[in-house]
């Protein structure tokens, strides 16, 4: 006979064994979120939609904006769609 406490501990020891698994199959998963943080959207960016990026519409921890001054070639503090295009490509 087996007692309803040892029951509920053998239940208990299978739950944790599942769920020390999860971890372990979830990482033979593959990822895609990897892509998304190369390629940058000019009309996402440019919250005012005035066809250009300036330095406040960079979040500051982008590499975008530390590469910013080259970025912008013609120095007028902002980023045009051709600009962009020649940094993001
Ligand atoms: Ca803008
Ligand atoms: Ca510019």
Same mark, same amino acid.
């Given at each position: *006979? #087996? /007692? ?7 239940? #208990? ?14 990482? +033979? *998963? ?7 943080? #190369? ?26 904006? *530390? ?5 912008? /070639?013609?120095? +007028? ?13």
């Amino acid at each position: *006979m #087996t /007692s309803p406490l040892s029951r509920t501990l053998l239940a #208990t020891t299978t739950f944790v064994i599942l769920l020390a698994a999860i971890p372990a199959m979830a990482g +033979d *998963m593959p990822g895609d979120e990897v892509a998304e943080t #190369t390629k940058l959207d000019f009309s996402a960016l440019d919250k005012n939609k005035d066809g250009a990026l300036s330095a406040d519409e960079i979040p500051e921890n982008e590499a975008l904006s *530390m590469d910013f001054p080259d970025v912008d /070639s013609d120095g +007028d503090g902002k980023l045009s769609k051709d600009e962009f295009d020649t940094y993001n490509q």
